[in-house]
């Protein structure tokens, strides 16, 4: 992987505070993206004295990919825009919790891509050690594509 420019996950995603869930981006190219969050007190879902539930890791996984595709428009001079979770296949945890003061590390690697659909391998390690794992399906619509009716993406 190499590091492009530093972007902060605000600057890539469209979401905004506090559901930017994600603090840096740690490396990416043109099939993989990584980044990292800690969990502290303020930290959206964050149950005192439990952590954050693992179910959770899906919207980190999401984002990480939503990274991917913000980096890629970055890079291209375009905007960041909206994408879409589809599915989730075989979310497998190994724990229940993130915990207070740890530091997930998510990762994506683009398995396909066609038409705005993507696929995504995706990883969330704790201390170098895989505790979560997914295969999520995600859409971008084109721009100005209509999403909704009444709405367009322009």
């Known amino acids: 992987m ?6 902060a996950p605000r600057d890539l995603l469209p979401h905004a ?14 099939t993989a993206v990584a980044a ?13 004295g ?9 919207e980190w996984m999401a984002q990480t990919c939503g990274l991917f595709a913000g980096l890629e428009a970055k890079a291209t001079g375009g905007p960041v825009r909206l994408g879409y979770l589809l599915g989730t296949r075989r ?3 190994v724990r229940s ?9 998510t990762s994506a690697r683009l398995v396909f891509r066609e038409a ?3 696929v995504f391998d995706c990883r969330i390690a704790v201390g170098g050690v895989g505790v979560a794992s997914a295969q999520l399906t ?11 009716p009444g709405q367009s993406m322009g």
């Open 2 to 7: 190499r590091s492009g420019p530093a972007y």
């Open 17 to 30: 505070p506090p559901m930017v869930l994600l603090d840096e981006v740690l490396d990416w190219n043109e």
């Open 36 to 48: 990292c969050l800690t969990v502290r007190a303020e930290t959206p879902f964050l149950e005192p």
């Open 50 to 58: 439990r952590g954050v539930p693992a179910h959770i890791g899906i």
């Open 91 to 93: 979310y497998r945890a």
């Open 97 to 105: 919790w993130f915990a207070e003061g740890e530091r997930p590390v």
């Open 116 to 118: 705005g659909m993507a």
């Open 138 to 148: 995600l859409y971008q619509p084109g721009d100005g594509e209509t999403v909704l």
